[in-house]
């Protein structure tokens, strides 16, 4: 079992910043990868960035440029540092630690962080 703890969210106004953190325990895999989704109200989850074993990094193009992914391999953590922040990124981010394979994928293989709340005034 992999356990992960989401934290960092919170209230911010538009223009702002944010950096999310997830602390992985538990047992590792040399295969898994860790990504980073939310889910606003009323829509469904999406993907936003996710770094594999290799530091292999990809983005959600709609969030390229202004999120940024990064890890700590020797705290278990992987961050998402979020930069010019808009009221339409307001939504829970989770964090999810998986297969390579399948990191970027809703509803393949993985653990999922509980969530944190992100929200942007305008």
């Known amino acids: 079992q992999v356990h992960l703890v989401d934290s960092g969210g919170g209230l911010v106004q538009a223009g702002g910043s944010l950096r999310l953190s997830c602390a992985a325990s538990?047992?590792?895999?040399?295969?898994?990868?860790m990504g980073w989704f939310r889910q606003a109200p009323g829509k469904e989850r999406e993907f936003l960035a996710a770094?594999?074993?290799?530091?292999?990094?990809t983005y959600y193009a709609a969030v390229k440029g202004r999120f940024t992914i990064s890890r700590d391999s020797a705290k278990n953590t992987v961050y998402l540092q979020m930069n010019s922040l808009k009221p339409e990124d307001t939504a829970v981010y989770y964090c999810?630690?998986?297969?390579?394979?399948?990191?970027?994928?809703?509803?393949?293989?993985?653990?999922w962080g509980q969530g944190t709340q992100v929200t942007v005034s305008s």
């Open positions: 999810k630690a998986g297969p390579e394979a399948t990191i970027a994928s809703i509803n393949g293989e993985g653990y």
């Open positions: 770094i594999r074993w290799s530091g292999l990094i």
């Open positions: 538990g047992r590792t895999f040399s295969n898994y990868g």
